[in-house]
């Protein structure tokens, strides 16, 4: 049944501007899937769907494709259209994004798998990333700053 969903998620992601966890449960269940938010929320984490901006600035949400050719660039992308700002304190890394895109970001950054970075943590507009030590994360914040 989760493998049913998740490719019913990724139709409907390539054809719908889908920009709300709520519209995408919603599509769901008319397809016939019972689903819940929470569901849905897991889902999204596990096929790295993140949200992206279109051409006239309206966010959605979007697979990133992590082929080996396209390695890094979508994930760059993402970064780079989405990331505000970016500070690190001890062994912390905090980034601030568009309302909305905090999640897209943090998993374009664990798809990276910077050895440095042990993890993110994602809200709405705000990413905890956490590092072993100062240095690695003044490396990491370092590391997002040159995307930008």
């Known amino acids: 049944m989760k493998a049913a969903r998740h490719e019913k998620i ?33 889902d999204i984490r596990e096929l790295k769907v993140t949200k992206v901006t279109d051409n006239d600035g309206r966010s959605r949400y ?15 992308r993402v970064i780079r259209q989405a990331v505000t700002s970016v ?5 912390l ?6 309302p909305g895109m905090a999640m897209g970001v943090a998993a374009a950054l ?18 905890f990333c956490a590092a072993e030590n100062n240095e690695q994360a003044l490396a990491v914040a370092e590391r997002i700053r040159l995307m930008l």
């Open 87 to 91: 500070k690190s304190g001890q062994n």
């Open 110 to 127: 664990d798809s990276l798998k910077w050895e440095e970075l042990l993890g993110c943590i994602a809200g709405d507009d705000t990413i």
């Open 62 to 76: 979007a697979i990133i494709d992590s082929g080996p050719e396209q390695t890094g660039d979508s994930q760059t």
């Open 10 to 42: 990724k139709e409907l992601i390539r054809n719908h501007h889908i920009d709300t966890q709520e519209e995408l449960a919603g599509r769901l269940r008319e397809a016939g899937f019972s689903v819940t938010q929470a569901t849905v929320s897991r």
């Open 93 to 98: 890394v905090v980034i601030r994004t568009a």
